[in-house]
C-alpha cells in the first residue's frame, strides 16, 4: 500500500468474493451518487476508513456522528451462485482527490482489494456529452442515455458485453477510475468502469441511475428501483429550464445570449 495512505479496519467483515465499487467523485458526481445510493439502499455498514496526511482536515458528522472524509463500507454475503447477489463494498470520499493523490489512492485501493481477495472493483462514472439542448431546451429528459463500460481483463470485457453494457472504444478516463483500470491491467486483476452520458456542471442523477440500473442487472439482481434518482433528476433539470427561461426573459435587446456553462 503506498506509504502515504493509510486503511484502517473498524469491523472484520469477510469479504472475499466480493464487489468493491469506486465512489470517488467523477464526472457529474455520477460515482457519489451511485455510492450513496448503494449504501443507504442496500444498508450497508461502515467498516473502515482511508485516511492520509494530505486529506482535507475535516470531520463530516451526521446525527451526532463524526465521520472520516473517506469511508468503507460492506453488505453481508447474500446467496451463491448464478444470479445471486453479489456482496458489495463501497469507497466513498466526501472530497475531490488533488492530482498528487489520484495514483496513491487507486493504488491502495487495489492493494487492499487484492488482500481482501476480492473479485472485482467497479467504477461508476461520467461521460461528457453536450447535453444541454437535452436539458435546457427540449423536453426530452425521458430520453435513455447511453452507457458504456470498458474493463481490464478479457473476463472483464466479456461480462459486460454478457450483461448488455456496450463496449467504450475510444476515449480518455481521467482521475481515480482511469489509474484503477491501468493498475487493473498491469495486475492482471478484474476492474470495470461503467460510464453513462452525463452533463459536467452538475450532479447528474439521471446518469446515475442508468449506472444503477447497470449495476443492479450486472451485480445485484434484485430489480433495484431507481425511481428516486430519476425524479431528482426532473427537480434538477425543472430548476435548469427556469432558470434558463428567465434568462431569456431578463436578456436586453441586441444583447448576446450568455452562456450559462461558461
Request: net charge negative; hydrophobic share 40%.
Amino acid at each position: 500500500m503506498p506509504e502515504d495512505i493509510e486503511i484502517y479496519e473498524l469491523k472484520k467483515v469477510d469479504i472475499r468474493g466480493a464487489t468493491v465499487i469506486d465512489g470517488f467523485p467523477s464526472v457529474g458526481l455520477v460515482s457519489s451518487i451511485v455510492a450513496n445510493y448503494l449504501i443507504n439502499t442496500l444498508k450497508l455498514t461502515q467498516v473502515g476508513t482511508m485516511d492520509s496526511v494530505y486529506f482535507p482536515t475535516v470531520s463530516l458528522v451526521r446525527d451526532g456522528i463524526p465521520h472520516n472524509p473517506v469511508r468503507i463500507y460492506a453488505g453481508e454475503k447474500i446467496g451463491t451462485g448464478p444470479g445471486s447477489m453479489d456482496q458489495i463494498v463501497v469507497f466513498i470520499s466526501e472530497f475531490q482527490p488533488p492530482p498528487n493523490l489520484v495514483k496513491p489512492i487507486a493504488s491502495a485501493m487495489l492493494d487492499w482489494a487484492q488482500d481482501q481477495r476480492c473479485k472485482m472493483l467497479v467504477s461508476p462514472e461520467g461521460l461528457i456529452i453536450d447535453r444541454e439542448s437535452i436539458d435546457i431546451e427540449g423536453d426530452d429528459g425521458e430520453a435513455e442515455l447511453g452507457v458504456y463500460g470498458v474493463g481490464s481483463t478479457d473476463w472483464m470485457r466479456e461480462e459486460l458485453l454478457k450483461n448488455g453494457i456496450n463496449e467504450f472504444t475510444e476515449g480518455v478516463i481521467t482521475g481515480v477510475a482511469g489509474v484503477l483500470l491501468n493498475e487493473g491491467k498491469r495486475r492482471d486483476f478484474n476492474v470495470a468502469t461503467i460510464l453513462a452520458e452525463a452533463h459536467p456542471d452538475y450532479p447528474d442523477a439521471r446518469a446515475a441511475a442508468r449506472v444503477m440500473e447497470m449495476i443492479d442487472k450486472f451485480l445485484l439482481h434484485i430489480d433495484l428501483d431507481v425511481t428516486p434518482l430519476y425524479e431528482e433528476a426532473e427537480r434538477i433539470e425543472s430548476q435548469l429550464k427556469n432558470i434558463h427561461k428567465q434568462t431569456k426573459k431578463n436578456k436586453a435587446p441586441g444583447q448576446n445570449q450568455p452562456s450559462m456553462y461558461g
